[in-house]
């Protein structure tokens, strides 16, 4: 599996960026929605298993890192997988 990691940056504190991303992610409907298994929330972040990939999203005071494990059928675009991901987090956290 190749593995990809996303940073985004953010001045919210762990509880108000980690709400914003839950809160987010639990209002996932349609496409976005069928592409997620599974999401294992935590105090400090997610697990989250889905078509073609499973990772790990840790949110700290700071910063939001995501260690993503793409499966054979995301292998091929980790850039656009980082890319999206970031752009995605991001646009929660401004």
């Not at 209002?27 to 400090?44: C, H, M, N, P, Q």
Request: hydrophobic share 45%; glycine share 12%; aromatic share 6%.
């Amino acid at each position: 599996m190749k593995t990809v990691t996303l940073r985004v940056e953010h001045a919210l504190g762990r509880t108000e960026a980690l709400s914003r991303i839950r809160k987010a992610a639990e209002g996932l409907s349609g496409r976005s929605a069928a592409f997620v298994k599974s999401i294992e929330w935590s105090d400090t972040g997610a697990r989250v298993v889905g078509e073609g990939f499973q990772g790990q999203l840790t949110v700290s005071d700071t910063d939001v890192v995501g260690e993503v494990e793409l499966g054979w059928q995301l292998a091929f675009l980790p850039l656009k997988v980082q890319r999206d991901g970031e752009a995605w987090i991001g646009g929660l956290l401004r």
